[in-house]
C-alpha cells in the first residue's frame, strides 16, 4: 500500500530494517521512562503533581493499550501488510512522545502511555512475524557458504 505512494527504491530494505531497529530502540526507552520522570511528576517539577494511585494508573494504562491492540492491528495487518504497518504505527509512537513532551495535565500522559501499549504490542506482534526475506530484496546475499 505504502509503496504505491512512496518509493524507497533500491534502499528499501535498509529503510525497512532501520524502521525494526527504531521500533526496538523505542520500545526500550519507552518502558524505561517512568523510572526517569517519576521524581518530577510526583515533586511538582513537571507543572502538576502526581499521586502515587496516578501514577500506578499511569503506569497500567500501557498494559490496557497492549490488551486492546491486538485485534485490530491484526485486521489491519492483513489488509495492509505487515511492513506498511510497521511504518505507519511509528507515526503512533511519535504522537505518543508529542503528547509526553508538551503535557500540562496528567491525562495527555495517560492518553500517550495507552498509545505507547497499542504500539508496543503491535511491533512485538509485527517483530515476531516478520521474516528476513520478507524485508530484503532477492539480490541481497547476507551470508553465502
Excluded at 528499501?12 to 511528576?41: E, H, K, N, R, W
Excluded at 494508573?57 to 492483513?78: E, K, R, W
Excluded at 495527555?108 to 520478507?134: D, Q
Aim: charged fraction near 10%; proline fraction near 5%.
Amino acid at each position: 500500500m505504502l509503496s504505491k505512494f512512496v518509493s524507497f527504491g533500491p534502499y528499501g530494505q535498509c529503510v525497512a530494517a532501520f524502521i525494526v531497529s527504531i521500533a526496538s530502540f523505542v520500545s526500550g526507552v519507552m518502558m524505561g521512562l517512568p523510572d526517569a520522570v517519576i521524581p518530577q511528576l510526583t515533586s511538582g517539577e513537571a507543572g502538576f503533581t502526581l499521586t502515587e494511585s496516578e501514577i500506578s494508573f499511569m503506569l497500567g494504562i500501557t498494559s490496557a493499550g497492549s490488551f486492546v491492540s491486538p485485534l485490530p492491528s491484526g485486521y489491519v495487518m492483513d489488509l495492509i501488510g505487515r511492513r506498511n504497518l510497521l511504518i505507519i504505527f511509528n507515526l503512533l509512537t511519535m504522537i505518543s512522545w508529542i503528547l509526553l513532551a508538551f503535557s500540562k495535565t496528567p491525562f495527555p500522559i495517560y492518553i500517550a502511555k495507552f498509545i505507547a501499549g497499542m504500539w508496543e504490542n503491535t511491533v512485538v506482534r509485527i517483530k515476531s512475524r516478520i521474516s528476513l526475506g520478507a524485508i530484503r530484496h532477492n539480490s541481497v546475499v547476507l551470508f553465502e557458504r
